[in-house]
């Protein structure tokens, strides 16, 4: 008997640009970004987000005259390639294999480039069809929702749905690079503008205690979608997302941890019961909620500190619950409560959740009570009719 072990130690270089109209021609990131052999312009793919491309119709033609100015530095085999957006497109694998197959058919190689222009679940899905066609071709990512520019897209992770699971398909995998275009988001739709913002205080209540206070001073002007105050905000998440997965020890999730998916557990059940109605930030909105509330209810965290966080939610324009939350199944147990398997299951291991000691301060637990939980859904549901029965009166009042 023997045994032949070698470490194996890769360094990836992670790097998140900022810039304004990365399209535009003056703007020189993407030719930074997209090195080639010297003499060749490297072959590029883009993969455009459908909504993006109907909200804004100048930005294809614009990328097309984009690579038309800098021939020498990179060569658009087609024009952009468009693809819907949205939570939807990760459901069904054949998107997946439609941009494989423009792969294969532009003969887009290891030295050539895969960008994904749009929302978080384009990226996702975009992200694993590069990372698996030739077993990995180069991929640039310029996200376009405040989600995917201070979370999703930063980080290292694609995927999409399957068996009714969200992200059962999917592998690590380090952008090339990411691109921040702020002037991108100007044409989201105030939902989807706001859903990203949660992100922020997720990071800030685990992380960031100064983070949070600049979000709570920020949040009148958060709400009312002021650039200044949501470039910061993307800004600062961002970075702290990049910040854990250079410095964690744990960029792929080997261990049973995941500080950053703090809220999730609940909200990626939300998100499937509600057959994806409820968008990923909004979900975990309700996801936060329901944990904070869990850790005052189990004496972790204090009252004051709990009714910051959910005051803080609420100011930024989110609810706090929603009706999927009381969805039971045949048996009449609620079906949130299964997203704690799922989620344990997601990385194997120990059940690991991310609670609260103090804002700014998250610790792990390995077990979640059934009593509790359900007395902390009760009470967002009552929260939220007060809320609800406040705004009436108020109506009527004006
Ligand atoms: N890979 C990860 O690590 C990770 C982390 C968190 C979330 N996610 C995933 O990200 C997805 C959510 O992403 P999201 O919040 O960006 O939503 P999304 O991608 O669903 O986009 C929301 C909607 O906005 C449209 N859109 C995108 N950009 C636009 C623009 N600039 N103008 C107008 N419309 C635009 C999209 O077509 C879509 O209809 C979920 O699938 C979630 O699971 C992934
Ligand atoms: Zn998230």
Redesign the pocket.
């Known amino acids: 008997m023997s045994v032949i072990e070698r470490t194996i130690s890769i360094n990836f270089r992670h790097r998140i640009h900022f810039t304004r109209n990365v399209f535009t021609l003056g703007n020189t990131v993407l030719k930074d970004v997209l090195s080639g052999e010297k003499g060749q312009p490297p072959k590029v793919l883009v993969v455009l ?4 491309h109907l ?2 119709p100048s930005l294809a033609p614009q990328i097309e005259t984009w690579f038309k100015n800098n021939a020498a530095a990179a060569k658009l085999v087609c024009p952009p390639f468009i693809l819907e ?3 939807r497109v ?1 459901n069904s694998y054949f998107h997946v294999s439609e941009i494989q197959s423009q792969i294969d058919r532009y003969h887009i190689d290891r030295h050539s480039y895969v960008i994904a222009v ?5 990226l ?1 899905l975009v992200g694993l069809a590069a990372a698996t066609a030739h077993r990995g071709v180069r991929h640039v990512r310029i996200p ?2 405040t ?2 520019q201070d ?2 897209g930063v ?1 290292v ?3 999409m749905n399957a068996f009714g699971k ?2 059962f398909i999917g592998t690590f995998a380090v952008p090339w690079a990411v691109v921040n275009d702020f002037e ?2 100007a ?3 105030p939902r ?1 503008k706001r ?2 913002y949660i992100e922020a205080v997720k990071v800030a209540c685990i992380r960031d205690a100064v983070f949070f206070e600049v979000i709570e001073r920020d949040a009148a002007k958060l709400r009312e979608f002021d650039p200044e105050a949501m470039e910061k905000l993307i800004h600062r998440c961002a970075e702290l997302h990049v910040n854990h997965i250079a410095t964690s020890g744990d960029p792929f999730e080997m261990g049973s941890a995941r500080p950053l998916d703090f809220g999730h557990w609940a909200a990626h059940k939300l998100e499937q019961i509600s057959e994806y109605r409820i ?3 909004e979900a975990v909105a309700v996801g936060i909620a329901l944990d904070v509330i869990y850790s005052r209810r189990m004496g972790f965290l204090d009252g004051p500190s709990t009714e910051r966080v959910l005051k803080l939610i609420e100011d930024l324009g989110f609810e706090i619950f929603a009706n999927e939350l009381l969805h039971v199944d045949s048996e009449g147990a609620l079906m949130v409560l299964k997203g704690l398997e799922e989620f344990r299951e997601h990385l194997g291991g120990r059940l690991t959740i991310t609670l609260l000691n103090a804002i700014g301060r998250g610790f792990e637990v390995h077990e979640m009570h059934t009593s509790p939980l359900v007395a902390a859904i009760h009470e967002l549901e009552e929260r939220s009719q007060r809320r609800m029965q406040a705004r009436v009166v108020s109506m009527f009042h004006r």
């Open positions: 987000d459908e909504s993006l909200a804004q957006g949205g939570e990760k749009g929302g978080g679940a384009l996702d376009t929702t989600l995917s979370d999703s980080g992770k694609n995927g969200k992200n991108l988001l044409s989201l739709s989807d859903a990203g968008r990923h930030g």
